[in-house]
């Protein structure tokens, strides 16, 4: 199958979920002032209902993987789609917290897969030179669904509630099934012998206990994880307590933000596989937006509320490198593997993000809540103080060379 097969009969319809991850990470951005009037939320209360998502999405990823591998992103991803509808379907008719609740955790379940099939997919159909540029395009059309949680959101609650929404999301993970089911092949046959299941669990698990993997994953977990604690949440407050911008102007920030999630996923997989076909290094430029991160990072801990928008467009761009850097990590393992290994990293970076959006909302309620019932300026640059210093340490780990270090990723 060419390049432009692939895309359109696999990529394609697996980029549907990609596109419901986004919007359901962005969304909470969004309406999360609202949730908390409605249901008179904390701000340690708002981040652990967003971080429940990825909690689900988390312990969901060693099983996945392994059914990845077994049975191929088409029917994984077809069965995944209807969870997502059943989440949103719960989340429309909650009348409390413990109702959001059981409904993120659907949503979780059923995103859970949605890049990690997409590696997998085009780890069997695709090129190795091809891969990082695919995957890159996929993410970037995918990030359409958070700027589609933005702008679009907020115009559409001048119509119908934030659970008109939600239904609007349970019909189109419904088509979306159906849309996987039909359309994608099924997994290219296998090449080598089979393997029992255990035998596959105990392969997903020694992966956690391999050095080249420790090396490099915390780094590169560190881009996605930013991304989807602030995309996913703490954005939307930041832009109303520090920048304060009202409801609008808020939504059309946080447009911004998706477009540079997009823009930064096509470039980055664009140059790794360019790199790729001239034999170079393609880790080079994932460090440099490590390291561009961090310094966007320290910005917007000064408060610099005139180029706020342009600071979170360009945080947003950076961080979408980390689907480079798990692809440069995956080719260091075997297709067969891909799911395995794409889930592996994909819990490590869960992990961080549940970690982090539940910390900023902790230390958020340090600090006396505003007149306006916002939290003050001071949290969140305090809270942006501890996920630098977290980051660089990922940083120079990665670079501090070893007496005893394989290969670094990409080589």
Same mark, same amino acid.
């Given at each position: 199958?060419?390049?432009?097969?692939?895309?359109?009969?696999?990529?394609?319809?697996?980029?549907?979920?990609?596109?419901?991850?986004?919007?359901? %990470?962005? *969304?909470? =951005? @969004?309406?999360?002032?609202?949730? #908390?009037?409605?249901?008179? +939320?904390? &701000?340690?209360?708002? !981040?652990?209902?967003?971080?429940?998502?990825?909690?689900?999405?988390?312990?969901?990823?060693?099983?996945?993987?392994?059914?990845?591998?077994?049975?191929?992103? %088409?029917? *994984?991803? =077809? @069965?995944?789609?209807?969870?997502? #509808?059943?989440?949103?379907? +719960?989340? &429309?008719?909650?009348? !409390?917290?413990?109702?959001?609740?059981?409904?993120?955790?659907?949503?979780?379940?059923?995103?859970?897969?949605?890049?990690?099939?997409?590696?997998?997919?085009?780890?069997?159909?695709?090129?190795?030179?091809?891969?990082?540029?695919?995957?890159?395009?996929?993410?970037?059309?995918?990030?359409? !669904?958070?700027?589609?949680?933005?702008?679009?959101?907020?115009?559409?609650?001048?119509?119908?509630?934030?659970?008109?929404?939600?239904?609007?999301?349970?019909?189109?993970?419904?088509?979306?099934?159906?849309?996987?089911?039909?359309?994608?092949?099924?997994?290219?046959?296998?090449?080598?012998?089979?393997?029992?299941?255990?035998?596959?669990?105990?392969?997903?698990?020694?992966?956690?206990?391999?050095?080249?993997?420790?090396?490099?994953?915390?780094?590169?977990?560190?881009?996605?994880?930013?991304?989807?604690?602030?995309?996913?949440?703490?954005?939307?407050?930041?832009?109303?307590?520090?920048?304060?911008?009202?409801?609008?102007?808020?939504?059309?920030?946080?447009?911004?933000?998706?477009?540079?999630?997009?823009?930064?996923?096509?470039?980055?997989?664009?140059?790794?596989?360019?790199?790729?076909?001239?034999?170079?290094?393609?880790?080079?430029?994932?460090?440099?937006?490590?390291?561009?991160?961090?310094?966007?990072?320290?910005?917007?801990?000064?408060?610099?509320?005139?180029?706020?928008?342009?600071?979170?467009?360009?945080?947003?761009?950076?961080?979408?490198?980390?689907?480079?850097?798990?692809?440069?990590?995956?080719?260091?393992?075997?297709?067969?593997?891909?799911?395995?290994?794409?889930?592996?990293?994909?819990?490590?970076?869960?992990?961080?993000?549940?970690?982090?959006?539940?910390?900023?909302?902790?230390?958020?309620?340090?600090?006396?809540?505003?007149?306006?019932?916002?939290?003050?300026?001071?949290?969140?640059?305090?809270?942006?103080?501890?996920?630098?210093?977290?980051?660089?340490?990922?940083?120079?780990?990665?670079?501090?060379?070893?007496?005893?270090?394989?290969?670094?990723?990409?080589?």
């Amino acid at each position: 199958m060419t390049v432009a097969g692939v895309f359109a009969t696999v990529s394609l319809p697996l980029v549907s979920i990609g596109f419901m991850n986004q919007a359901m %990470r962005a *969304v909470t =951005a @969004v309406i999360g002032p609202d949730l #908390a009037s409605e249901f008179r +939320l904390s &701000a340690s209360d708002l !981040g652990a209902l967003a971080a429940i998502l990825f909690v689900a999405y988390a312990a969901t990823q060693i099983p996945l993987g392994i059914a990845l591998d077994r049975f191929g992103a %088409r029917r *994984v991803q =077809a @069965v995944l789609a209807l969870s997502i #509808a059943l989440g949103c379907a +719960l989340f &429309a008719t909650a009348e !409390g917290y413990l109702g959001l609740a059981l409904g993120r955790i659907f949503i979780g379940i059923g995103i859970a897969a949605a890049l990690m099939a997409l590696l997998k997919a085009h780890a069997q159909w695709l090129p190795k030179d091809r891969a990082a540029a695919v995957n890159g395009w996929c993410v970037g059309l995918g990030g359409l !669904g958070g700027i589609m949680a933005t702008v679009p959101v907020q115009w559409a609650l001048g119509f119908t509630s934030w659970r008109g929404v939600f239904w609007g999301v349970t019909a189109i993970a419904i088509a979306s099934s159906v849309w996987i089911w039909r359309s994608v092949p099924d997994r290219p046959p296998a090449t080598g012998p089979k393997t029992s299941l255990g035998q596959e669990t105990l392969v997903a698990l020694q992966i956690f206990t391999e050095a080249r993997f420790w090396r490099t994953v915390p780094a590169v977990a560190f881009l996605s994880a930013m991304n989807f604690t602030y995309q996913g949440l703490w954005a939307g407050p930041w832009l109303r307590d520090v920048a304060g911008l009202d409801a609008g102007a808020r939504a059309w920030v946080l447009g911004l933000y998706g477009l540079g999630m997009v823009a930064g996923s096509f470039t980055t997989g664009t140059i790794v596989s360019a790199l790729q076909r001239r034999g170079m290094r393609p880790i080079v430029p994932v460090v440099g937006m490590m390291i561009a991160l961090l310094v966007v990072q320290m910005l917007l801990a000064a408060r610099l509320r005139l180029i706020s928008p342009l600071l979170w467009a360009l945080f947003a761009f950076f961080g979408s490198a980390g689907v480079a850097g798990y692809t440069i990590v995956g080719q260091e393992y075997p297709p067969s593997m891909a799911g395995r290994i794409s889930t592996a990293m994909n819990l490590c970076m869960l992990v961080m993000v549940f970690t982090f959006q539940h910390l900023i909302g902790v230390i958020l309620d340090i600090f006396p809540r505003t007149a306006t019932g916002g939290w003050d300026p001071r949290g969140y640059s305090w809270a942006l103080v501890m996920t630098i210093v977290l980051q660089a340490i990922a940083v120079i780990w990665l670079l501090v060379p070893r007496k005893r270090d394989t290969a670094p990723a990409g080589h």
